[in-house]
């Protein structure tokens, strides 16, 4: 059964009323959708659906809050990223270290990122330690500015580049240990 953007809607707005029916069916609609993105930022499962079932908690008490503008699920895929940052700040996993102002960048091919499945990117993140994993995501997932990030997370722009240019040297590490791609030299 295909669910409508009207039925959406319809469970958003009798989740404000506090109905258990319509906020299963929200929870469950976006689970396979949203969840991909907790599991993004963490490195296990069960920290995953803990980020998953906080950030719920927040939308169904916050759901008067969301203006109509924009797709539901955007604003709560915005809600589920903040829990993911406070998530791992919370858990002090998050260690940043001396930042390095000019980061050098390392490309890794879009072509070869499109062969791999979401699953093998999401393996690939799970490798990365807690703080380059965050900038990673919030840069290139998110599409947020070295500026944005280092507000948010309240570091140097010099620290979120370095950090982005660290997980990006693992990833490529991790795609010539899986063999995806050969080392050129």
Same mark, same amino acid.
Request: include cysteine; charged fraction near 25%.
């Given at each position: 059964?295909?669910?409508?953007?009207? !039925?959406?809607?319809?469970?958003?707005?009798?989740?404000?009323?506090?109905?258990?029916?319509?906020?299963?069916?929200?929870?469950?609609?976006?689970?396979? /959708?949203?969840? &991909?993105?907790?599991?993004?930022?963490?490195?296990?499962?069960?920290?995953?659906?803990?980020?998953?079932?906080?950030?719920?908690?927040?939308?169904?008490?916050?759901? !008067?809050?969301?203006?109509?503008?924009?797709?539901?699920?955007?604003?709560?895929?915005? %809600?589920?990223?903040?829990?993911?940052?406070?998530?791992?700040?919370?858990?002090?996993?998050?260690?940043?270290?001396?930042?390095?102002?000019?980061?050098?960048? %390392?490309?890794?091919?879009?072509?070869?990122?499109?062969?791999?499945?979401?699953?093998?990117?999401?393996?690939?993140?799970?490798?990365?330690? &807690?703080?380059?994993? /965050?900038?990673?995501?919030?840069? %290139?997932?998110?599409?947020?500015?070295?500026?944005?990030?280092?507000?948010?997370?309240?570091?140097?722009?010099?620290?979120?580049?370095?950090?982005?240019?660290?997980?990006?040297?693992?990833?490529?590490?991790?795609?010539?240990?899986?063999?995806?791609?050969?080392?050129?030299?």
């Amino acid at each position: 059964m295909s669910v409508s953007d009207l !039925d959406i809607i319809k469970w958003g707005n009798a989740c404000k009323q506090q109905d258990r029916v319509a906020q299963e069916k929200l929870y469950k609609h976006f689970y396979p /959708l949203l969840m &991909p993105v907790c599991m993004s930022y963490v490195t296990n499962n069960d920290d995953a659906v803990d980020i998953y079932n906080q950030s719920f908690l927040k939308v169904f008490r916050s759901l !008067d809050q969301y203006t109509g503008t924009g797709a539901l699920g955007g604003w709560i895929r915005r %809600i589920i990223v903040n829990t993911a940052i406070d998530f791992i700040r919370k858990e002090e996993k998050l260690k940043f270290q001396t930042p390095i102002e000019e980061a050098v960048g %390392i490309g890794i091919e879009t072509n070869i990122i499109a062969e791999l499945t979401s699953n093998e990117i999401l393996a690939l993140f799970r490798y990365l330690p &807690p703080a380059q994993r /965050l900038v990673l995501n919030l840069y %290139i997932v998110e599409g947020n500015s070295h500026a944005e990030i280092a507000k948010e997370l309240n570091i140097s722009v010099g620290t979120s580049k370095w950090h982005l240019n660290q997980g990006r040297k693992l990833l490529q590490e991790k795609l010539y240990d899986y063999g995806i791609v050969s080392r050129q030299h």
